[in-house]
Every structure is written in structure tokens, then in C-alpha cells.
């Protein structure tokens, strides 16, 4: 399973960026899928993700500016980014897990994601 994020660039604080996963190989039916991001010396923070049913979740931080989605043969992975403030700056990655999995880092039941992009950086500048 290869996991590829695209979209990444440098845009100005208020402006909108659309990240795209494109997914590879095969993932075990009954798999979860997330959006995660990391700056340099912090934790890795889970931003979005979407459970095995199909539920989307985001994370409170970006509630209400980040909207997740895939595409209808889940191949594909989005993370649409609104209002964008310089707190978003990070290196945002894709992840999948399968075989049932949760992909809420909250959830009791969570154990890891087992499949990761490389990232794809995103720079706000005010």
C-alpha cells in the first residue's frame, strides 16, 4: 500500500488549499483513513479522519475550516483547508488503517495507523 500526498504549497493567511492522498495497492476491507500534521519539536496532531462507515470527524482546532472526504471508489483522500491561519503551517501526512480499525487517536481501541505518506508541506504566511 503506498499512500502520496500532493497539494502542499505557501499561501497567505485567510486563503484556501485543497490537499490531495492518492492510495495504491490494497487496502483490507473495513479501513479508516486520516489526515494527521506535524511541526518540527511537536507531537504529530491528528487533524480529520474518516471511520470504516464512512463517518468523517475533525479535529476541534480546525472545526469548522477543515472538511475531509474521499472519493467514491476510496482511492483518494482530501483535505480541504479554509480561512487559513499561520498556526496551520505543518507538514501534514496521510494515513490508513484496515482490518477494522478505528482511526479516532481518542478512542479507546485506537492502536496506530498502519500505512503512511511522506507529506506534503503547508506554509501560511501572514
Known amino acids: 500500500v503506498q499512500l502520496v500526498e500532493s497539494g502542499g504549497g505557501q499561501v497567505q493567511s485567510g486563503e484556501f488549499l485543497k490537499l490531495s492522498c492518492a492510495v495504491s495497492?490494497?487496502?483490507?476491507?473495513?479501513?479508516?483513513m486520516a489526515w494527521f500534521r506535524q511541526v518540527p519539536g511537536r507531537e504529530r496532531e491528528e487533524v480529520a479522519f474518516i471511520e470504516t462507515d464512512g463517518r468523517p470527524s475533525v479535529a476541534n482546532s480546525v472545526l469548522g475550516r477543515f472538511t475531509i472526504s474521499q472519493n467514491n471508489a476510496k482511492n483518494a483522500l482530501y483535505l480541504e483547508m479554509s480561512d487559513l491561519k499561520s498556526e496551520d503551517t505543518a507538514t501534514y501526512y496521510c494515513?490508513?488503517?484496515?482490518?477494522?480499525?478505528?482511526?479516532?487517536?481518542?478512542?479507546?481501541?485506537?492502536?496506530?495507523?498502519?500505512?503512511w505518506g511522506k507529506g506534503t508541506l503547508v506554509t501560511i504566511s501572514s
Open positions: 494515513a490508513a488503517a484496515d482490518y477494522g480499525a478505528t482511526c479516532d487517536s481518542t478512542n479507546e481501541y485506537y492502536y496506530g495507523m498502519d500505512y
Open positions: 495497492g490494497n487496502l483490507e476491507r473495513g479501513y479508516c
